[in-house]
Nanobody, 128 residues
C-alpha cells in the first residue's frame, strides 16, 4: 500500500500563488506516474496536471496552462504543483494521485480512472 499526503492548500486572494506538495509513503519501491486533480462542489473530479513516471512528460488542463507547473523529486518521493496567478475559479479540493507503472515505461496518465492511489485532498480557496 502507498499513502499520499497533500499539503500547502489555503485561502488567498486573486492573483496569488501557492505550492502544493504530495508526499508518498509506504510501499513506494515501484515506479509511479503522478497527477493532480481537483473537484469543486457539485462538479466532477478533473485533471489539473500530470507528470510521467520518469518526469519527462507533462500534461495540463487548458484552464491552468501557463499558470501551473507540476514537478517531482523522486528522491524525496514528492510531487509538487506550483500555482500562480490564481483565480476564483481555481477554488476546489485538490487531490494527488499515483499510478503504479513498469520501470521501463514513461507513463503519463490523464484520466482519474487509471490511478491506483489517492490522497485525502487539500482545499484551495481563491477570493475575488
Amino acid at each position: 500500500q502507498v499513502q499520499l499526503v497533500e499539503s500547502g492548500g489555503g485561502l488567498l486572494q486573486t492573483g496569488g500563488s501557492l505550492r502544493l506538495s504530495c508526499e508518498a509513503s509506504g510501499q513506494t519501491g515501484s515506479s509511479y506516474a503522478m497527477g493532480w486533480f481537483r473537484q469543486a462542489p457539485g462538479k466532477e473530479r478533473t485533471l489539473v496536471a500530470a507528470i510521467s513516471s520518469y518526469g519527462g512528460r507533462t500534461s495540463y488542463a487548458d484552464p491552468v496552462k501557463g499558470r501551473f507547473t507540476i514537478s517531482r523529486n523522486n528522491a524525496k518521493k514528492t510531487v509538487y504543483l506550483q500555482m500562480n496567478s490564481l483565480k476564483p475559479e481555481d477554488t476546489a479540493v485538490y487531490y494527488c494521485a499515483g499510478k503504479v507503472v513498469n520501470y521501463n515505461v514513461d507513463y503519463l496518465g490523464t484520466r482519474p480512472s487509471v490511478y491506483d492511489y489517492w490522497g485525502q485532498g487539500t482545499q484551495v480557496t481563491v477570493s475575488p
